[in-house]
């Protein structure tokens, strides 16, 4: 399973993804959870895609919406299968998306489509740099749990989750932001702040943290 994630339209807060899957089923399914870890109750993430299309090699497939956060794709089986679709993301609490010309950050559980029956396989997502550091912009930088696979010096590129569970668990931030790292009881551990000002004591905040870690 592979996503591309790219910035749509930074002022409209649009994100864009391609959805690749090598192994569809025929008629394959997929949905976007109504949860997120963490946070159990019932949501409606879904409603924030827009223009779902569907693809295998030239050919256009049929895609119709079979309830709120399921979609079915008229697909032959076995073809590799391309979907892509736009999500709005203009929440900046933690539990969706948030996009515009300063920041970026994402649940998976807002852009990634699940892909039914294929739920426990290798998920690679892919962050596509050029599109988020718009020319004249303060260059951007990422931070996420997922493993990298192939990135750049700030982050962009591929990373890999073991399977759609552990994607969804691994949100992403991009930005200008503060970042410092300390070791508490043997694990290497990074602390991310989006919009951190210059008087911001970043020093002390990772003494603390090292501190409530270890105790």
């Not at 008229?74 to 515009?100: F, K, N, P």
């Not at 990373?159 to 569970?165: G, H, K, L, M, N």
Request: aromatic content about 10%; proline content about 3%.
């Amino acid at each position: 399973m592979h996503y591309r994630i790219e910035a749509a339209d930074l002022h409209a807060h649009l994100y864009g993804v391609t959805l690749t899957i090598n192994q569809p089923t025929a008629k394959q399914r997929v949905t976007l959870p109504v949860w997120i870890a963490g946070s159990y109750m019932v949501r409606e993430f879904a409603k924030q895609i827009t223009g779902i299309r569907a693809r295998q090699g030239k050919r256009a497939v049929a895609v119709q919406q079979i309830d709120k956060c399921t979609w079915a794709i008229d697909c032959e089986a076995g073809t590799t299968l391309t979907l892509g679709y736009q999500v709005h993301a203009h929440d900046d609490s933690v539990r969706t998306a948030w996009l515009d010309t300063q920041r970026g950050f994402f649940n998976g559980t807002s852009l990634c489509l699940q892909v039914l029956g294929q739920t426990d396989v290798p998920h690679h997502i892919e962050l596509v740099a050029a599109s988020f550091n718009p020319k004249g912009a303060a260059v951007w930088q990422v931070a996420t749990g997922l493993t990298p696979v192939k990135t750049d010096r700030q982050g962009f590129g591929t990373y890999v989750a073991a399977d759609y569970d552990a994607l969804v668990d691994c949100p992403v931030e991009m930005g200008s932001f503060w970042s410092g790292n300390f070791t508490a009881c043997g694990i290497d551990h990074r602390f991310v702040v989006a919009g951190a000002t210059p008087a911001f004591d970043g020093d002390r905040l990772l003494r603390d943290a090292q501190k409530i870690c270890e105790t």
